[in-house]
């Protein structure tokens, strides 16, 4: 079937196929490459878990409380 295919096409199947793969190759090249994430300065991690450790210890406080006002 693939040969009956190519010799209704003659040569064309080439210049169609050699088209194809340029196509590909210069879209492939011509995407941008994706930009890596801007690393965090290692203040701005203490920073954050400093904040993350505060909200955990009120939540541990407002459990706290709220488990005393409910009598068992």
Do not use: H
């Not at 994430?37 to 203490?46: D, F, H, I, N």
């Amino acid at each position: 079937m693939l040969a009956e295919l190519m010799e209704r096409a003659g040569g064309r199947w080439c210049v169609v196929v050699a088209m194809g793969i340029g196509v590909a190759i210069a879209t492939g090249c011509a995407t941008e490459s994706p930009k890596p994430a801007p690393a965090m300065t290692p203040e701005q991690v203490k920073s954050n878990a400093d904040k993350s450790f505060e909200r955990l210890k009120q939540e541990e406080k407002n459990r706290a409380v709220g488990s005393e006002a409910a009598p068992y």
